[in-house]
């Protein structure tokens, strides 16, 4: 960002900074007022992206260590950069700036070149930070090509498949910007990822359909499920052409409404998820395990699903409770089963 492109201020990341250099470097960050236009280096495509691994990584780490003004900062300074690519193209051509760099757009040219897709990572985890913050703050909206996502989650890299995965997880899915099908398929391709060879990312992947089951379990309540008053439940010309994008944003984003057609897409890809993380709750990674019994919690909650779950996933969740060698894959499993909503199903499990 051009609030952060002081050469000074970068230069100490080169080496582990301590907790006094970080702090001044913070505080000069808060002293610091963003351009007036908006406009940053990132943004214009003039930055070259081989240059670009060292101020993501440093824009990260302030949002770590000081999530409130960085996220504060970044929206200031690069509101436009987090936009679709389309919302991003009209406000450029209104105000005649070059404005032309997109963090989806940016994310799908660093994934092409084997020698930046450290960079692509380090935009991940820029990406996954400014979510989970904006989440918690409820403001900021990100907004990434469901295209551009399915292929980082499918990439040869495993770092870059991880930093998806967590950067997914932090997505809200279900925003009226969104056609359903192709959320539906990101979701179909991070359930894939939680086959993957690659620790870390069946870790991250485990969190993140957890995540989104939750998201799916309070989506499709009981007598609030169904909807075609927003028009995403019918088929239009107009939103079979709209570009994909997902995005993460604050409580003022009107949610996306379907139709049963949808719904059952949704909830197939729920079910199918269900085997995969039983066989999860052996995976000898217990932060994995953990994940998969908080994920398995959310989905014995979908309508839909619950009922013809195997009784396998009850009986694996009462032999984590038991048996794990992880207290806190213990504490897990039995939160999860505290949740099951089919006591006679939890009983078959037990016998």
Same mark, same amino acid.
């Given at each position: 960002?051009?609030?952060?492109?002081?050469? &000074?201020?970068?230069?100490? $990341? !080169?080496?582990?900074?301590?907790?006094?250099?970080?702090?001044?470097?913070?505080?000069?960050?808060?002293?610091? +007022?963003?351009?007036?236009?908006?406009?940053?280096?990132?943004?214009?495509?003039?930055?070259?992206?081989? $240059?670009?691994?060292?101020?993501?990584?440093?824009?990260?780490?302030?949002?770590? #260590?000081?999530?409130?003004? +960085?996220?504060?900062?970044?929206?200031?300074?690069?509101?436009?950069?987090?936009?679709?690519?389309?919302? &991003? =193209?009209?406000?450029?051509?209104?105000?005649? !700036?070059?404005?032309?760099?997109?963090?989806? +757009? /940016?994310?799908?040219? $660093?994934?092409?070149?084997?020698?930046?897709?450290?960079?692509?990572?380090? *935009?991940? @985890? *820029? $990406?996954?930070?400014?979510?989970?913050?904006?989440? =918690? *703050?409820?403001?900021?909206?990100?907004?990434?090509?469901? %295209?551009? /996502?399915?292929?980082?989650? %499918?990439?040869?890299?495993?770092?870059?498949?991880?930093? !998806? #995965?967590?950067?997914?997880?932090?997505?809200?899915?279900?925003?009226?910007?969104?056609?359903? %099908?192709? =959320?539906?398929?990101?979701?179909?391709?991070?359930?894939?990822?939680? @086959?993957?060879?690659?620790?870390?990312?069946?870790?991250?992947?485990?969190?993140?359909?957890?995540?989104?089951?939750?998201?799916?379990?309070?989506?499709?309540?009981?007598?609030?499920?169904? +909807?075609?008053?927003?028009?995403?439940?019918?088929?239009? &010309?107009?939103?079979?052409?709209?570009?994909?994008?997902?995005?993460?944003?604050?409580?003022?984003?009107?949610?996306?409404?379907?139709?049963?057609?949808?719904?059952?897409?949704?909830?197939?890809?729920?079910?199918?998820?269900?085997?995969?993380? !039983?066989?999860?709750?052996?995976?000898?990674?217990?932060?994995?395990?953990?994940?998969?019994?908080?994920?398995?919690?959310? /989905?014995? &909650?979908?309508?839909?699903?619950?009922?013809?779950?195997?009784?396998?996933?009850?009986?694996?969740?009462?032999?984590?409770?038991?048996?794990?060698? @992880?207290?806190?894959?213990?504490?897990?499993?039995?939160?999860? /089963?505290? *949740? #099951?909503?089919?006591?006679?199903?939890?009983?078959?499990?037990?016998?």
């Amino acid at each position: 960002m051009a609030v952060l492109s002081d050469t &000074n201020l970068f230069s100490p $990341l !080169t080496v582990t900074p301590s907790p006094d250099v970080v702090a001044l470097k913070l505080k000069q960050v808060a002293e610091k +007022s963003a351009p007036a236009s908006g406009e940053s280096g990132l943004l214009r495509k003039t930055f070259p992206p081989p $240059l670009l691994e060292m101020p993501l990584s440093l824009l990260s780490r302030l949002l770590l #260590c000081d999530p409130e003004h +960085s996220v504060s900062h970044v929206r200031e300074g690069a509101s436009g950069f987090f936009s679709s690519p389309q919302s &991003n =193209q009209l406000f450029a051509s209104k105000n005649q !700036t070059s404005l032309t760099r997109t963090a989806s +757009s /940016l994310f799908s040219d $660093l994934m092409q070149q084997d020698v930046l897709w450290d960079s692509a990572v380090e *935009l991940l @985890n *820029l $990406l996954s930070q400014v979510a989970r913050c904006s989440s =918690q *703050l409820g403001s900021h909206r990100i907004c990434v090509e469901a %295209t551009v /996502l399915q292929q980082a989650l %499918t990439h040869p890299y495993d770092q870059m498949r991880a930093a !998806t #995965c967590r950067f997914v997880g932090n997505l809200k899915p279900f925003r009226s910007n969104e056609t359903g %099908t192709l =959320q539906a398929d990101v979701f179909r391709h991070l359930i894939d990822c939680l @086959n993957d060879s690659c620790r870390q990312v069946r870790r991250m992947a485990c969190r993140a359909v957890g995540n989104w089951l939750g998201y799916i379990a309070a989506k499709f309540k009981k007598g609030e499920n169904c +909807s075609d008053t927003s028009g995403w439940g019918k088929k239009n &010309n107009h939103s079979k052409q709209a570009p994909s994008n997902i995005e993460a944003a604050g409580d003022s984003v009107t949610e996306q409404m379907f139709d049963e057609e949808e719904q059952r897409r949704w909830t197939d890809e729920a079910q199918r998820s269900a085997a995969v993380l !039983t066989c999860l709750l052996s995976d000898p990674d217990a932060v994995t395990r953990r994940h998969c019994c908080a994920a398995l919690g959310n /989905l014995v &909650n979908v309508d839909g699903v619950v009922s013809m779950l195997d009784k396998d996933v009850y009986s694996s969740l009462v032999t984590a409770a038991c048996t794990d060698s @992880n207290d806190a894959v213990r504490q897990a499993a039995t939160a999860a /089963l505290r *949740l #099951c909503r089919e006591p006679d199903a939890m009983q078959r499990g037990i016998k």
